[in-house]
């Protein structure tokens, strides 16, 4: 069984998913998911801007696993216009009638002005939920105030060296989940020498210890791989726990205190 966190809507999300940025269209991208899904996972987190769509809902459609079992993540292209007729593209290159969540992907232009089109996607059933990723603590704020329809999802960079707690606070005091992208930072986190340490402590990866952070810290988390054993080992963070010695030690990796981040200020990262 998934270990899930519960939307405001309802629904269920799964803790741990797969992540295809910068996974282009076609195999590489369609066996990742495939493997994803013979892992286990069965959350799987795109975007119009990916420019993989096709191929995640082809892989979605030959794992004859049930649609209503898997929960898929795609976001809306802020440079676009409108999110309820971009919703209607990548429901086509997905082949699939809904997404369970559908994000902004980033807030460009502003935190609300695409709000009340990702409303209307919500309302007419092209997704199941509507969110948003990359807004920090001001930007969800100032949605917040205007929104019918609450973001259920706000996915950030965020891992051990981009702990931005006030970020989370934030979120969980509205009720919205924080996911975490790029736990690896990119890959970068992985040759750390206090989270190689506690892997060896623990006697797992250094993915699986930057993971299971996330995941302790209550977290959806979604890495990416396009390898399969790495794409399995990710998976299998439910069968160990990082004592507070370890979590200590890798909270104080952070190195957004010193700066805005912290207060999950200033975070114009896409201009
Ligand atoms: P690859 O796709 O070639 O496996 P993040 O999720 O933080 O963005 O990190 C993704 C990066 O980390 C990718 O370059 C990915 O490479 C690499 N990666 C993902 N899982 C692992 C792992 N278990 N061990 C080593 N590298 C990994």
């Known amino acids: 069984a998934q270990v899930t966190r519960e939307l405001f809507n309802g629904a269920q999300i799964p803790v741990m998913g797969l992540g ?3 996974v282009p269209e076609g195999r590489q991208c369609e066996q990742a998911v495939t493997w994803a899904l013979e892992a286990g996972y069965r ?3 795109t975007a119009q801007a990916y420019g ?3 191929s995640v809902g082809r892989a979605i459609r030959s794992s004859g696993i049930p649609r209503e079992d898997i929960f898929l993540t795609t976001k809306f292209y802020p440079g676009r216009r409108d999110p309820l007729a971009e919703a209607e593209k990548s429901l086509r290159r997905l082949d699939t009638e809904y997404v369970d969540l559908y994000l902004i992907h980033w807030p460009q232009g502003g935190p609300t002005w695409a709000w009340s089109g990702m409303e209307k996607a919500c309302e007419a059933g092209l997704a199941k939920a509507i969110g948003i990723s990359n807004f920090g603590a001001d ?6 105030e205007v929104s019918q329809i609450p973001p259920a999802v706000n996915q950030v960079l965020f891992s051990p060296f981009e702990y931005r707690r006030a970020l989370v606070e ?4 509205a009720g919205v989940v924080t996911q975490a992208y790029s736990p690896l930072g990119t890959g970068r986190h992985l040759d750390d020498p206090v989270v190689g340490r506690i892997a060896e402590a623990v006697g797992r990866t250094p993915a ?5 952070w996330a995941v302790q810290k209550g977290l959806s988390v979604i890495p990416k791989s396009t390898h399969r054993e790495r794409i399995e080992a990710n998976f299998a963070v439910f069968d ?3 004592d507070d010695d370890a979590v200590a030690a890798l909270d104080s990796l952070d190195t957004t205190h010193r700066t805005a981040d912290a ?3 200033g975070e114009k990262w896409w201009s």
């Open 20 to 22: 295809v940025w910068q």
């Open 43 to 45: 959350l799987i987190d």
């Open 52 to 54: 993989n769509e096709a």
């Open 139 to 144: 930007e969800l704020q100032e949605l917040l």
């Open 170 to 173: 934030a979120g969980d005091q």
């Open 208 to 212: 699986q210890v930057l993971i299971r």
């Open 240 to 242: 160990f726990e990082l």
């Open 263 to 265: 207060l999950g200020r």
